[in-house]
């Protein structure tokens, strides 16, 4: 078998590559390079830490045929030298069978089959060229999808399991939905067409590992891109973006134009352009404000359809930017929102720790004021809440409390009838 004949075999599997030949040629020039210089007893460096011996050999590609040549170099020693470099040297006898012109010490070159490696060199060699070539996939899979980060991206469920769902693209590509990086809704099953963007890619060893999120911010912002076309035009930019997924998000929103009404342009008629982002984040609730560079009326905004009575901007103990909000009591808890949900995004997006005061009304009492008939610890828990007046606790339902606190229903109600003494006496 000669060498055009071997590089064909080597290469019987290009067509289930994305390589052009001519880069499979020349990571096979490498590879054959290496077994020629291990075949020679070529090492990176000796151990006296000298230079290795330099190649006496050339690996030449062939771009026209597709195929490479070999040639040996090796210098013409007397019949009678002996030992010799098999590898470096030849007989003056034996070299001039192949050019009788030749004299001593003079170099000769002769066209080398790689078959004369052995069997077991050659089988060595190719599963070598196989591992070169998978590294280089590797190399082109993680770089591809490295550009692609942060970017939208539509995968099928190959297999999904308790800890993540496994996704195959167009291309066959592998690529990981870890359970953190879903929507709590999320449920998946083999076939299913999943959308996400590219959080990043991990090293496992050397194989890359292409991790895909809907939980990551940037989801948000590429779904407003693809539904709504003043954003995905530029008239419209998305300043800040804060989310709970699949429970609620905030998105501050602006434009250079100031015949365009940003919140209107992404909402839509009725709802009509947001309610598909909706859909697909599994009915995440999505406010929409007007992103100024006004930190007061930002965090007004931020908030949202609360009144305040006053807002002043300072830090709180740890150095902390803090915006120090004052309302009446009854508006406190949509601040709040259920589960704290509206006030920890509003501190998210406008990156201020919202303290709810109250304005106290005269009438009021704090909680404290009661700590000769309800223990510290239930006080506490309202105050977890910002509740911290008896008006504050009697405005809410009891359920709400219920699911707001770790408190019983029991300790609700004898709370409520204490607080009601006070006011009834």
Not at 178 to 196: E, L, N, Y
Not at 223 to 242: C, M, N, R, T, Y
Not at 290 to 295: A, E, L, Q
């Amino acid at each position: 078998m000669n060498n055009k004949q071997l590089v064909e075999a080597f290469l019987e599997f290009k067509d289930e590559k994305n390589i052009d030949k001519a880069t499979i040629l020349a990571i096979l020039k490498d590879v054959i390079t290496h077994a020629l210089r291990k075949r020679n007893g070529i090492i990176t460096k000796k151990r006296d830490g000298s230079e290795p011996d330099e190649d006496n050999f050339d690996v030449i590609i062939n771009p026209d045929r597709g195929d490479l040549d070999i040639w040996i170099y090796k210098t013409v020693i007397p019949d009678d030298q002996y030992p010799f470099n098999e590898y470096k040297e030849i007989h003056l006898s034996d070299a001039k069978k192949i050019d009788p012109d030749v004299e001593i010490g003079e170099e000769i070159d002769k066209e080398f089959e790689l078959v004369n490696l052995g069997r077991r060199a050659i089988i060595a060699l190719k599963q070598n060229l196989e591992n070169r070539l998978m590294e280089y996939d590797y190399i082109n899979l993680h770089n591809f999808f490295k550009e692609r980060e942060g970017d939208l991206y539509t995968a099928e469920v190959h297999h999904a399991r308790a800890n993540a769902a496994y996704l195959i693209d167009d291309e066959g590509n592998e690529l990981v939905l870890p359970r953190d990086r879903q929507i709590p809704s999320d449920r998946f099953r083999k076939g299913d067409s999943v959308k996400g963007v590219i959080e990043k890619v991990d090293m496992k060893g050397n194989k890359p590992i292409v991790i895909m999120s809907r939980t990551d911010v940037r989801f948000l912002e590429k779904l407003f891109e693809q539904e709504i076309p003043e954003v995905f035009d530029g008239l419209i930019s998305i300043k800040k973006v804060a989310r709970i997924p699949g429970e609620k998000a905030k998105v501050a929103v602006d434009t250079y134009d100031d015949r365009i009404d940003p919140v209107g342009a992404c909402v839509g008629v009725r709802g009509s352009r947001i309610h598909g982002i909706v859909r697909e984040l599994g009915n995440e609730n999505i406010d929409v404000i007007n992103y100024t560079d006004n930190d007061k009326l930002f965090i007004q905004r931020a908030l949202g359809p609360v009144k305040i009575q006053r807002l002043e901007l300072g830090e709180n103990d740890e150095g902390k930017k803090t915006a120090f909000v004052y309302m009446k009591p009854d508006e406190i808890s949509k601040a709040i929102g259920k589960r704290g949900q509206n006030i920890r995004l509003a501190t998210d997006i406008t990156g201020y720790e919202i303290e709810i005061q109250r304005e106290q009304d005269e009438e009021d009492v704090e909680l404290t004021e009661f700590s000769d008939e309800i223990d510290e610890w239930i006080i506490q828990e309202f105050k977890k809440i910002g509740l911290d007046t008896a008006k504050s606790v009697l405005l809410n339902d009891v359920d709400d409390l219920v699911r707001r606190t770790d408190l019983e229903e029991e300790t609700i109600y004898e709370v409520i009838r204490i607080l009601k003494e006070e006011f009834n006496s």
